[in-house]
């Protein structure tokens, strides 16, 4: 039931997972962190079994610094994205990880996002989703994904996805965390889906209501 997806925007990329850590039927946190910092300027989303997830993100985070400290080099986004998709495909056939991830981060080449699942497969991507959650905002990212995005339509964007997220799938999450990277570093937002929509809907229903008056006086 994992909700994972994420987007590009003008200088900084975007990540959101919900927070709930589950086994069938049995929730087992739920303050879970999905979105791991692999370093100042990445960050990767997974999706599975969290025991794999978490290995397989901590096992990539380490061995980026590992590169960093041996050869005073550091990765960019592309060739950690090809790393991590390499260590995916040399599990496959030995003790596979099922974990599906997005790798966000922000390089010399702009903000940049890639899709991975189990079987290792790799695309550089503008948006992507794993998990049903992130299935249900793929339809939304083509009709309201455009290029160089601002940070307010990106959490216009962002709440949209997890409306249609919370309308659509059964015992859907509540508590989310939305991770911001840009060459600053990365921002980390605390996203409550029942106080934010609440907000939402009352603000636009208090701007259909200004509308109708205004509509109102008009035809008056």
Same mark, same amino acid.
């Not at 339509?153 to 996805?161: N, R, S, Y």
């Not at 990277?181 to 009352?202: C, N, P, Q, S």
């Given at each position: 039931m994992d909700v994972v997806f994420g987007f590009v925007g003008y200088d900084f990329a975007v990540l959101v997972a919900d927070r709930a850590a589950t086994q069938q039927i049995i929730v087992q946190k739920s303050d879970e962190d999905k979105i791991a910092v692999v370093d100042g300027t990445k960050i990767m989303a997974t999706s599975g079994p969290r025991g794999d997830c978490v290995a397989f993100a901590e096992y990539v985070a380490a061995n980026v610094r590992l590169y960093r400290l041996k050869y005073q080099h550091e990765l960019d986004v592309k060739a950690t994205a090809h790393y991590a998709r390499n260590e995916l495909a040399t599990a496959l056939r030995k003790g596979p990880y099922q974990v599906n991830a997005l790798l966000a981060g922000v390089d010399a080449n702009g903000p940049e996002l890639y899709f991975m699942d189990y079987l290792a497969t790799c695309h550089r991507v503008n948006t992507g989703g794993h998990? /049903?959650?992130?299935?249900?905002?793929?339809?939304?990212?083509?009709?309201?994904?455009?290029?160089?995005?601002?940070? *307010?339509?990106?959490?216009?964007? $962002?709440?949209?996805?997890?409306?249609?997220?919370?309308?659509?799938?059964?015992?859907?999450?509540?508590? /989310?965390?939305?991770?911001? $990277?840009?060459?600053?570093?990365?921002?980390?937002?605390? /996203?409550?889906?029942?106080?934010?929509? *609440?907000?939402?809907?009352?603000?636009?229903?208090?701007?259909?209501? *200004?509308?109708?008056?205004? *509509?109102?006086r008009v035809g008056a």
């Open positions: 998990g /049903y959650g992130g299935m249900f905002c793929l339809s939304l990212f083509d009709k309201h994904w455009v290029p160089n995005m601002s940070r *307010a339509q990106a959490m216009e964007l $962002v709440d949209l996805c997890v409306a249609e997220v919370c309308e659509r799938l059964v015992t859907a999450p509540t508590e /989310y965390l939305v991770k911001i $990277v840009d060459k600053k570093g990365v921002e980390v937002i605390e /996203y409550d889906a029942t106080e934010r929509l *609440a907000k939402r809907r009352e603000v636009q229903m208090q701007a259909r209501e *200004a509308a109708r008056q205004a *509509a109102a």
